[in-house]
């Protein structure tokens, strides 16, 4: 090499200071490396030449290297910053190389801790302008000292022969010659188990001239190249030699060979076919036959990044997939572009290697070039390595998307041992993501979804076509978006995106559903910024913040603007009776049309009475909003039902309160409704009786309590039962169920940081609660912990469905009695009339009474007929002392009153024996319920014993029993129609079927003789 490469101005002092330094770390050359045709005299001699030109070789790369490093910059797009082609230039890489290095060879970490306070010290001085550069060269030259095999760097051109390609970015070509050079390091060391000779050391060591010969001789360095190739050659022998000696021609073919696949690989390597190595198909690569083993050893090697890259290839240039897919395809494409600088690389130093080949004439030059396939093959290792891990992800994510996409890479990522596997997926992280952040950053800041391949966590469903119309305005809440847990990437937890998911969908509940976009899109503006993978901290800020502000300002709608606390405190009042003095008003303005059949009822006559309740009562004082929308309808009218069956009260919701107040809720609402109207309509009739039953008594009942006295007695005493258990039961649901559990969603609602999904479900367990507690969702249990069952012999009711009968024994118990208010007016009314007809008599001067107006009395006496106390005042038939009068009664008439009444009394005994019967069996299924408040209904129904609850019986289910149960019934049937069908014989015939159902029951017959005569 000539010397007029090396700059005229360099400063003579540093040159003289590099040269002490490459000399100190070169190595000495052992005797035996010398080749046997030298020309030199002695030994000595032909050391000191050895020596010499090798000091020089390594002198002018030093001075390449620093001069490379001072006249280029770092370019991103250079091939400097591609892994497995060159090293990349930071500042840390050459410390942590030397630290590595030091770390292996020391024990103690003194040295290591020295050099990191020398290298502390060197970044302060700001002179040197290339640390890195100068770092670098001293770990590579160090590296020469070492009697071992040092460890060999992953990229692919790390080796010392090529590291001006490495450090000289914009150098363009390397020059001719650089590469041979480099061989001097290199040798066998390519191979890790490849072992050093024995080196001979020399006692004492010339001292050279510290100025290296700026005018250094041309025929000097040509011949000293040549004896130095010899050398090299010699030495690289010494390492590879087989056992066993090959012939001379066999290694010239077998060079010539792999001269011939050393041109061909770089076309294999960018997966086209070669004159020796062909692609039959896209996975498989045809290799030469007739083939050396270690030859045939590399080449399989080899073709597995050129069969890898024929595969991503194909992955690249295909177009199906969404938007993560694609993104993966262009972060595999960057990498296969990387991976084709490494074969431009590769391909130069091959040329370069062949091209010294055809200069030198001899197969030499390869060697001496340093390019093999095993030193190929070193090269392009990590590069495999990373083709097969992209390989292995696109096979992978052939049936994945989206979210699923990204767990699949950031598995490799943050469970693989590898650190160059965990680097290169997040690599691969860092450019996929990004359609997945943008995505993100839209839901989280627009409350717009933008996925149209479906591969963000969130999803939208579509409507069905036979919803119900009230319910589309909710489904902007419910049922527009839904979270597809597989969706959810491992990047994030599932409570992260739980809170994204609850962002978005309120950020477009408030654009759609509240109407407030202008403050969506002043918001975005505001707090929009750009979200990527790795900044984990700024994206968890990003979404506490969007959380907090989105969840403050849609409460702040539904409080402020659509006024949702107002309606549901409306619904308290109105549709749980809250507001007494409204309801008791319009209980007692549609009692009489309430009477009369439900189909004779009109919808104006129903709303001018509720006006007339608002008007009447502090209702009048409610918004006008709320009041807008109470109404007054009546349900699906059945036949033979009554007013009272079918009205009800309507509070209508508009969106987006419907969102809260569901339609279910809205149902929920009207059942309590219902049945709370139920119980105070019977409230409102057994009062009526009460207030009826008092006034009378002091009138028209005290005239005749010599007749009806007890009969009264004992019905006061049961209304005032039925009074005490419908006001029970109004204050359990009233306060015990729903003012305690209004008080919990007041707590629930008034927490900080409350949320709308918090809102519905504090909503929805205050329905629940009360529909539970109330006795509208509950089933008794029986003794046993047996469910309900409908099967059963004595099927056991539902709550609800006892408290209904329990009110229809109370309305019925108020008609017996009403009955027999009636029949005691009649009463009073005939005695007036008695009264009357006497003192008109006794006007006339006549008896009041005579024995002619008791002799109907008398007849009917003997007739078996019953008659009433009062007589029968009858004028004469024709008479001069008979009077004709409107007063007169016919004994038919008494007899007709006295069994009304006869029939009253047993009426009235069988309500109020079934009333208590019933309420005994609900007071025993309350006190083994596992709720405190319901037993403690039980309790205050009961509070002083006069009912004696007991369990019910375990039911008799068995086969054995329902057969006889049956049989039974038969018999009894059997028996009963026998009796009708001789009804109208003679008592023989009745003694007959008697005496025959005995016998067929297997009981003893016994009979008289005109039993017996009949029966034979």
């Known amino acids: 090499m000539s010397t007029s490469t090396r700059p005229t101005t360099r400063p003579r002092r540093i040159d003289d200071a590099l040269s002490q330094l490459v000399d100190s770390l070169l190595p000495e050359i052992p005797l035996s490396a010398l080749p046997q045709d030298h020309d030199f005299s002695d030994d000595d001699q032909a050391i000191t030449a050895a020596e010499e030109h090798h000091h020089h070789a390594h002198l002018e790369r030093a001075w390449r290297t620093l001069e490379t490093h001072r006249g280029s910059g770092t370019e991103p797009s250079s091939p400097a910053g591609r892994r497995g082609s060159f090293v990349s230039e930071d500042v840390n890489h050459a410390p942590d190389l030397i630290k590595r290095k030091l770390r292996r060879e020391n024990a103690s970490p003194e040295k290591i801790v020295r050099f990191s306070n020398l290298y502390t010290r060197l970044l302060t001085q700001p002179v040197l302008s290339q640390k890195w550069g100068i770092l670098y060269l001293l770990y590579k030259l160090g590296e020469t000292d070492e009697e071992q095999p040092v460890e060999r760097s992953r990229s692919p051109l790390m080796d010392e022969g090529n590291l001006h390609h490495m450090l000289g970015r914009g150098a363009g070509r390397p020059r001719?010659?650089?590469?041979?050079?480099?061989?001097?390091?290199?040798?066998?060391?390519?191979s890790s188990s490849a072992s050093q000779p024995p080196r001979v050391t020399r006692e004492s060591r010339p001292q050279r001239p510290s100025s290296l010969r700026r005018d250094w001789e041309e025929s000097t360095e040509r011949a000293s190249a040549s004896r130095a190739s010899h050398y090299e050659t010699g030495d690289e022998r010494d390492n590879t030699a087989s056992p066993t000696e090959t012939p001379a021609s066999h290694a010239r073919s077998a060079e010539s060979v792999e001269n011939g696949l050393l041109r061909d690989l770089p076309f294999n390597l960018q997966g086209l076919s070669s004159t020796n190595l062909q692609f039959q198909s896209p996975s498989v690569l045809k290799l030469p036959l007739n083939l050396p083993a270690p030859i045939v050893s590399l080449l399989n090697a080899l073709a597995e990044p050129c069969l890898l890259y024929k595969e991503l290839a194909g992955f690249v240039e295909s177009a199906e997939g969404g938007l993560v897919n694609q993104s993966l395809r262009a972060a595999v494409s960057n990498e296969l572009r990387s991976y084709l600088g490494l074969v431009a690389t590769l391909e130069a130093e091959i040329r370069q290697a062949l091209a010294a080949i055809g200069d030198g004439s001899t197969s030499q030059g390869v060697r001496k070039g340093g390019v093999t396939l095993k030193r190929c093959l070193v090269w392009t290792r990590d590069a495999t390595m990373a083709l097969r891990l992209m390989s292995l992800i696109v096979e992978e994510a052939r049936d994945k998307k989206g979210g699923q996409l990204i767990s699949l890479i950031h598995g490799f990522s943050s469970s693989h041992g590898d650190p160059f596997v965990c680097a290169f997926a997040e690599k691969l992280l860092a450019h996929v993501t990004r359609p997945f952040y943008d995505m993100l950053r839209l839901w989280i800041y627009d409350g717009e979804l933008s996925d149209p391949y479906k591969e963000f966590f969130v999803a939208e469903s579509d409507l069905r076509t036979t919803t119900d119309p009230r319910r589309t305005a909710s489904s902007v809440w419910e049922d527009k978006y839904k979270l597809d847990d597989d969706m959810v990437p491992s990047i994030i937890t599932q409570d992260f995106a739980k809170k994204v998911f609850l962002i978005g969908k309120s950020l477009n509940f408030i654009r759609y559903g509240c109407g407030d976009s202008g403050w969506v899109e002043a918001y975005s503006k505001e707090a929009s910024k750009e979200l990527r993978y790795g900044d984990t901290a700024t994206l968890e800020t990003s979404i506490d913040e969007a959380y907090k502000t989105t969840m403050a300002r849609l409460i702040y709608l539904m409080d402020d603007k659509f006024k949702l606390f107002d309606h549901l405190r409306a619904l308290k009042k109105y549709l749980l009776l809250g507001q007494g003095d409204f309801i008791a008003l319009?209980?007692?303005?549609?009692?009489?049309?309430?009477?009369?059949?439900?189909?004779?009822?009109?919808?104006?006559t129903l709303t001018a009475q509720l006006e007339h309740a608002i008007r009447a009562s502090n209702a009048q004082y409610d918004s006008p909003d709320v009041l807008r929308r109470l109404d007054a309808r009546m349900l699906e009218l059945s036949h033979g039902e009554i007013g009272w069956d079918c009205f009800t009260l309507e509070y209508k919701i508009d969106a987006p309160v419907d969102v809260v107040i569901t339609p279910w809720g809205s149902t929920q609402y009207l059942k309590v409704f219902n049945f709370l109207w139920r119980?105070?309509?019977?409230?409102?009739?057994?009062?009526?009786?009460?207030?009826r039953c008092m006034t009378g008594a002091r009138g028209v009942l005290g005239s005749v309590e010599d007749k009806v006295g007890p009969d009264w007695k004992r019905a006061r005493c049961v209304i005032a039962e039925m009074i005490h258990f419908?006001?029970?039961?109004?204050?359990?649901?009233?306060?015990?169920?729903?003012?305690?559990?209004?008080?919990?969603?007041?707590?629930?609602?008034?927490?900080?940081?409350c949320t709308l999904d918090d809102l519905i479900e504090a909503h929805t367990k205050y329905l629940n609660s009360i529909t539970h507690k109330g006795l509208l969702g509950s089933a008794t249990t029986s003794r046993y912990g047996a469910s309900t069952s409908v099967s059963a012999k004595q099927p056991e009711e539902s709550f609800?469905?006892?408290l209904h009968h329990i009110l229809k024994i109370m309305l019925s118990y108020k008609d017996a009695v009403d009955g027999l208010y009636s029949f005691s007016v009649a009463e009073f009314t005939r005695r007036q009339e008695l009264s009357a007809k006497i003192e008109t008599r006794t006007a006339q001067g006549r008896w009041g009474i005579t024995d002619r107006d008791m002799l109907p009395r008398r007849a009917?006496?003997?007739?078996?007929?019953s008659m009433a106390s009062t007589p029968d005042i009858r004028p004469a038939s024709a008479g001069p002392d008979g009077i004709d009068t409107p007063f007169s009664l016919s004994a038919q008439d008494l007899a007709a009153d006295d069994n009304m009444l006869a029939s009253l009394r047993v009426r009235l005994r069988d309500l109020s024996g079934d009333f208590k019967s019933r309420l005994t069996i609900l007071l025993s299924d309350l006190s083994y319920q596992p709720d405190v408040d319901m037993r403690f209904l039980a309790v205050v129904m009961n509070f002083n014993d006069v009912y004696k609850p007991r369990r019910r019986p375990k039911p008799t289910s068995g086969v054995r029993d329902r057969d006889r149960e049956k049989e039974r019934a038969k018999r009894k049937a059997a028996a009963s129609a026998a009796t009708a069908n001789a009804g109208t014989g003679s008592g023989t015939e009745s003694s007959r079927e008697m005496r025959r159902e005995r016998s067929a029951g297997g009981g003893p017959e016994s009979g008289n003789g005109n039993g017996g005569g009949a029966a034979a």
């Not at 119980?679 to 207030?691: D, P």
């Open 800 to 802: 609800l469905s006892q």
């Open 586 to 604: 319009l209980m007692e303005s549609l009692a009489s049309n309430l009477d009369r059949p439900a189909n004779s009822q009109y919808r104006h």
């Open 679 to 691: 119980v105070k309509r019977v409230e409102f009739a057994l009062n009526s009786t009460w207030r």
């Open 176 to 190: 001719r010659g650089t590469v041979v050079e480099s061989e001097d390091d290199e040798g066998p060391a390519v």
């Open 726 to 753: 419908v006001c029970q039961l109004q204050y359990y649901i009233l306060f015990e169920v729903i003012e305690s559990s209004w008080d919990q969603l007041q707590a629930e609602v008034s927490k900080p940081g």
């Open 860 to 865: 009917n006496s003997r007739g078996g007929v």
